[in-house]
């Protein structure tokens, strides 16, 4: 990402956060528009979820210049995830719900925007998957180390 790109995204996330919750609370009501079935995964009171993931998103925009320091903490957060029931197709719609909700709150929302977004949204999800995939691994491996006669 150079640095250019990183500067629009910060000013971008900058706006769209202005208000606290505002934007956790739009990527929510995006997400169970288009998917439902996600909703019984979740608390029936976001409040406290909305400002974790706003916290998580602030964190990655403030290092979106060495993203490689956030990997292991993305990829402990994709693991975590397994135990809520976030299943991999799950993060690419989370990833568009992400995406309408800044579009939605962006006066200045454009097609370079949006590329970009989609840049720095697919730098979470790809970690947070991996780690969900090594987790799935361990539980395998341990399982297999377990059984008297492995095949
Ligand atoms: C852009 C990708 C995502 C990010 C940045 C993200 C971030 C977070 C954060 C920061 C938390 C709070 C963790 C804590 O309180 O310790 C959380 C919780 C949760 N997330 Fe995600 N998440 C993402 C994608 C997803 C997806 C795809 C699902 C699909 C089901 C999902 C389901 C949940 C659930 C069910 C919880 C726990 C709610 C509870 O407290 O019971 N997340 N997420």
Redo the contacts with the bound molecule.
Sequence with gaps: MTPETIALIKSSYAGVTAKPRQLAARFYDE?FAV?PN?RP???SDLT??QG??E???AL?VRNLDEMSALRES?RD?GA??VH????PE??V???EA?LAAIGALSPSWDGTLERDWRSA?TA??VP?LEGAAVHTALVAERLAADAPDPV
């Design positions: 997400l998917a996600l995964l979740f608390p406290l979820l974790h993931f916290a998580a998103i990655v993305l957060l975590q995830h809520w029931g976030a299943r799950d993060y719609t989370a990833r992400l949204v979470i999800i947070m």
